[in-house]
Nanobody
Framework: EVQLQASGGGLVQAGGSLKLSCAAS????????IGWFRQAPGLEREGVSC????????YYADSVKGRFTISSDNAKNTVYLQMNSLKPEDTAVYYC???????????????WGQGTLVTVSS
């Protein structure tokens, strides 16, 4: 069974840091790009960051460039999102998702995981 397990969320003060993890199983890790999406109540889900597990290429939304870093440990089938300099507007449920590399994009997931809640207080 395909699983994408997100973890690492929590409550932090503005300016603080969190590191999210996405543990993948049930599919060939290197054949997918793994992305992080987020959704706040009443807002649409947006793409945050993505990494191609096969070639290591990374992508970031403009709103998080310079603050967030995505990385992959292929041996563990795990993708991480290091979030620094957090802002209240980063508050959302964060989801990891997998998109087949044949789609040529990070942003059309074939598989979704359950989210982890990140709350940034001011």
């Amino acid at each position: 069974e395909v699983q994408l397990q997100a973890s690492g969320g929590g409550l932090v003060q503005a300016g603080g840091s969190l590191k999210l993890s996405c543990a993948a199983s049930g599919f060939t890790f290197d054949d997918y790009a793994i992305g992080w999406f987020r959704q706040a109540p009443g807002l649409e889900r947006e793409g945050v960051s993505c990494i191609s597990s096969s070639d290591g290429r990374t992508y970031y939304a403009d709103s998080v460039k310079g603050r967030f870093t995505i990385s992959s440990d292929n041996a563990k089938n795990t993708v991480y999102l290091q979030m620094n300099s957090l802002k209240p507007e980063d508050t959302a449920v964060y989801y990891c998702a997998a998109t087949s590399v044949v789609r040529g994009t990070c942003w059309s997931p074939d598989y979704w995981g359950q989210g982890t809640l990140v709350t940034v207080s001011s």
